[in-house]
Structure formats: C-alpha cells, structure tokens
C-alpha cells in the first residue's frame, strides 16, 4: 500500500544525524526529570547548559557566533522531536530571543549575548504581552525614559515564558509616548541579573506545559543601558515584532504538526489494544473514519508546513503565509488530539494518559504567538 512520505523534503544526512542526538538527549537529560520540573514549575538550570554543550540550543544561528552554523532544518528537527516528546522545554524562545539580536543587533550586542544564549548560560525570554494588552502590541504600557547613557524603565508584563530563569529579556517599550502607534515602541533587551527595579513573579499555575515556566514581571525605575536598544533608532519596535513573528508562527506550525502526528500514532497504537463488544476498537468503523480524518488532517498540515519551512530556508517565507499555518496548524492540532481523547474514552481525561497531557498541551497553541482569530483578521485584510 503506497503510504504518505516518510520525510520531510528539507531533512539531509546531516539533519538525520542531528536528529538522533536530539532524540537521545531529549530521552536521557530531559524526559526523565520533567515530571520534577512540573513540580517545580521551571526545568533546571542544569537542563540549559547540557542542551547548550549538545548544540540543541542556537543550532540555526551562525558559527561565529557560536551557534550551531545551520538553517532552520536544524530549529525544526529540535521542535519535532520536542513536540514529540511531550517535554516543555523553553528552547524556542530562546532561539526567538537570538533572532531578535541577531536581525537587529550591532556586532558588539551580537558577540556579547548569542555566545551566551547558545551555551545556556543565559536564559532567553520575549516580553511583549501585558496585563493591560496581548493582542494589541500597540496598547503596550511599559515605559522606557531617556536619561542621559540609560533608558529608565517602568511597567509589567504578564505571562512571559522563561520567566523564572531569564538572564535576558527582549523588552517592548513605549519610548515616545508622543509618537504615533507604530513608531512608539522600540525593543530593548535587558540583563536581569542584579538588576536593580526588576521582578519576577513566581510561574503561574497553567493548565497544560507545566514544567515551563510563565511569570509575570515587573519594572520599577529599572536603569538599563541605552546601549541596549535594539536597532539604530528607536521607534522600530513594532516593525521588529511584525517581522520575527515569521520565525515564531513558522516554530508554532510545526509543533502543531509534529504534535498531531505524534497523537495519532499512539491512538492508533492505543485503539488495536484496546476492546469494546468482543473486538479492538481499530475494528470499530467510526474508529477507523475517525483515525482517517485526523491522519488527512495532519498530513495536509505536514505539507503545508514543509513548503512553509523550505520557503523559510529560501528567505521567502512572508508574513501573511506564517499567520495561515499558525492558525490553521494549531486547531488542526486541537481538533485531531480532541478526537484523539474521545478515542481514549476515559482514560483520555486521566492526567497520567500521554494523550490527556497533549490535549491539556495544546490549548495554548491557538492563543500565543497571535491569537488565531488576529491572524484570520489579517488574512482577511490582505483579500
Ligand atoms: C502559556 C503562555 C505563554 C506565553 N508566552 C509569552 C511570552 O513568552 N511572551 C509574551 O510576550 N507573551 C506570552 N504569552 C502571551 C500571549 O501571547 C497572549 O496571551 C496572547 O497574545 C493573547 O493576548 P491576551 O491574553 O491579552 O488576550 P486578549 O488580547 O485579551 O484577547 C483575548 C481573545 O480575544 C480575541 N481577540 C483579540 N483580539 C482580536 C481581534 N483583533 N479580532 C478577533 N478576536 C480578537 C482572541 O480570541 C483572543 O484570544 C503567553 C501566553 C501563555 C498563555
């Protein structure tokens, strides 16, 4: 029977190799202590400088830099095999973080930050979102006021991932309250540690990715260097955002994909055990319909996302398609774990059950990175 491929078209020799030390580092240093972490609400900072030493961390940013010298295949391989996994483990936004430097970072800010974001010595995390305003970048608060080599920083953010560890937080700020919408925010990165004015919150209590931390922050007449503006100028803020939110919506996508597929596969594996009226479930037609759903599904969501990841590696990849597969791709993926959950029947709704934790998992997807129905409005606005 001719199947569905087996591989992604953008994975090489290379990427393959790269994807068993992933694997095995993902089973060995981090799936074991992640129901510690859940715990604890935050993995150890331990758990960061491993995945530094492996090259986990970085592995798209350039070598000179330290990082690990490939393109976005290598990002990808990491997500799957995370997504796969079921361990929460914040590396993404810390390749977000390293993007955000890397894009709009002079060579002193480079060399001083992304060797020690690669390494794991520093934690990265994004603060855009606050309590006052998610969706609406332009309703930012916090406030950053020129005082002569520093900006002077006030405000909160709320639901920040990394939180907890972060030793680096790329900031949005209003910098001219005065200017209109788009040019009133700029982007500067702030070194927490010792830093006098910040705080942080302890991780909030969330319903699924529970060993992630999410903490609020809090900026009291914070002195940060002006040295760490990102970009020439200020006032660049939003446009920085609208642009690396193509790294992040294409990293979301593929974790929706990758996450879905995975649900599938131990469905599948749970319903030819399991037995109701004398026969395995698999016997069952609607089983059998259901699964096939959900397998079309994903597969039209893994070709979808592949263009997407070959178009990025081309740097061809625009705005308005990474807001289609990020909203597309994660209520595909709540859509087929939800029918994954009824296939369980009630063992789907026990914490334990692998397929409960994915459920529970997944909700967020449709909700950061861009609320899903943000990006209908901007599919929309472009017909
Ligand atoms: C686990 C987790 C991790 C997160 N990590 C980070 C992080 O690392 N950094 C960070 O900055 N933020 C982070 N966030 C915040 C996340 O990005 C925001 O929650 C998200 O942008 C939505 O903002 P909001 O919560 O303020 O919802 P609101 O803006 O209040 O929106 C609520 C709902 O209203 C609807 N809505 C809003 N605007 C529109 C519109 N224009 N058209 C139609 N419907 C609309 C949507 O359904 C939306 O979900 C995280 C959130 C969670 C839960």
Redesign the pocket.
């Known amino acids: 029977m001719t199947s569905v491929r087996d591989e992604s078209p953008w994975m090489t020799d290379e990427t393959r190799m790269f994807r068993r030390t992933v694997r095995q580092f993902i089973e060995t240093e981090l799936a074991p202590h992640h129901a510690h972490w859940e715990q604890q609400g935050y993995p150890d900072s331990e758990a960061w400088l491993k995945a530094g030493k492996i090259g986990l961390l970085l592995s798209d940013v350039p070598e000179e830099y330290a990082g690990g010298g490939g393109t976005f295949a290598h990002e990808a391989v990491v997500i799957e095999e995370l997504a796969r996994s079921g361990v929460h483990f ?1 590396f993404n ?1 810390q390749s977000i973080v390293a993007h955000y430097i890397l894009a709009y970072g002079n060579e002193e800010q480079r060399k001083r930050w992304l060797p020690a974001l690669a390494a794991g010595e520093l934690v990265g ?6 309590p006052q ?4 970048l332009q309703g930012t608060r916090t406030t950053a006021r020129r005082d002569g080599d520093h900006y002077v920083i006030n405000g909160s ?7 907890w560890q972060a030793g680096l937080i790329c900031l ?1 700020v209003r910098t001219d309250p005065k200017a209109p919408g788009p040019r009133a925010l700029s982007l500067i990165v702030i070194e927490t540690k010792d830093l006098s004015g910040y705080r942080v919150g302890h991780p909030l209590h ?1 319903i699924g ?1 529970r060993a ?1 931390d ?1 903490c609020e922050l809090f900026f009291d007449e914070m002195r940060v260097p002006a040295a760490n503006l990102l970009g020439s100028s200020e006032g660049r803020g939003l446009l920085q955002m609208m642009d690396q939110f193509r790294y992040e919506r294409l990293s979301i996508g593929l974790s929706a994909v990758a996450a879905a597929e995975h649900a599938i596969k131990i469905t599948a594996d749970y319903v030819k055990e399991r037995k109701a009226f004398g026969k395995p479930l698999m016997d069952l037609q609607n089983t059998r319909f259901k699964l096939a759903e959900c397998k079309t599904e994903a597969h039209i969501g893994r070709v979808f996302i592949d263009n997407c990841i070959e178009q990025f590696i081309a740097g061809q990849l625009d705005s308005l398609t990474a807001a289609m597969a990020k909203y597309w791709l994660t209520d595909c993926q709540c859509r087929v774990i939800d029918e994954c959950v009824q296939l369980h029947g009630g063992y789907g709704y026990m914490q334990e059950t692998p397929i409960a934790r994915m459920w529970a998992d997944a909700r ?1 997807q ?9 990006l ?2 901007m599919v929309a606005s472009s017909l």
């Open positions: 914040g936004i995390a994004v603060g855009l979102t606050e305003s998610g969706s609406d953010k709320t639901f920040i991932t990394n939180g949005a969330k990715r992630q999410t967020v449709r909700i950061y990175g861009g609320a899903n129905e943000v209908k409005e």
